[in-house]
């Protein structure tokens, strides 16, 4: 399969290694090759069968756009853009592509959001929650898409009100997210601690295989136990 991927940093260069150990043919493109979204006309994109962007929150919008106005499937793991959600989805539904977005697409983080989803009862028994996180600090967004998905999930499964995040940018760490859940009598601690990036890039590329011929617009956390 003909990938593109946009984004030269450390994840998407693990991105493209996965890629080609998976047998695709991928390009990449970096900031400066991409820039006005100048590489992404349709023109250019005729021989394209999926484009993967890790790019940046102020370029993903532009990106997004271009490739399903020119009818290109997508698989996008950059996050600090999921308010516009409701119009991304409008858009790839009224251009009849296929698109799949993640907060994180390890799929360890996937079964931790299922567990984070179960335990959330929690908070309609008496106890309080928190989430903290942990990243490098080169990383942009704080929170972490990780952890605003966490709360959301959190939120959506107990019916209460936001739970808090605090962030933390220090060293190299890669990602750690931890979810606490505490009452007077007691505490629960659920954590996923990311030891590599390669777990970002393999459910990244899978993704794309699974999105090959669909249309749609999908959460990889609904859709990863298919893989």
């Known amino acids: 399969m003909n ?3 946009l984004g030269r940093g450390k994840t998407g260069s693990l991105v493209a290694e996965v890629a080609a150990e998976r047998r ?11 820039a006005g979204v100048a590489a992404l006309r349709p023109e250019l994109l005729a021989d394209v069968a999926l484009v993967i962007d890790f790019t940046t929150p102020q370029c993903v919008m532009a990106n997004i756009e271009a490739c399903v106005k020119a009818g290109k499937n997508m698989v996008v793991g950059t996050t600090g853009w999921h308010e516009e959600l409701g119009r991304v989805r409008k858009l790839v539904e009224d251009r009849g592509v296929g698109f799949v977005y993640a907060a994180n697409f390890s799929l ?3 079964l ?3 567990i984070a989803r179960t335990a959330a009862a929690a908070l309609q028994h008496d106890y309080n929650g928190q989430i903290f996180e942990r990243h490098h600090v080169h990383k942009k ?6 952890a605003m998905a966490i709360q959301r999930l959190i939120r959506e499964a107990s019916g209460k009100n936001e739970v808090e995040i605090t962030s933390f940018r220090e060293g190299e760490v890669l990602g750690f997210h ?3 859940f505490e009452s007077g009598a007691d505490r629960i601690y659920l954590s996923h601690d ?3 990036r390669r777990g970002f890039a393999e459910g990244a590329v899978r ?3 699974w999105l090959v011929g669909k249309k749609g617009f999908y959460d990889f956390r609904d859709v990863w136990r298919e893989l």
């Open 3 to 5: 990938l593109l991927l």
């Open 194 to 196: 990311a030891k590599s």
């Open 24 to 34: 695709h043919h991928i390009r990449v493109l970096g900031a400066k090759e991409n």
């Open 207 to 209: 993704a794309a295989e």
């Open 178 to 180: 931890e979810v606490v």
């Open 112 to 114: 931790f959001f299922d």
């Open 108 to 110: 360890g983080v996937n």
């Open 141 to 146: 967004d704080a929170p972490s898409g990780t």
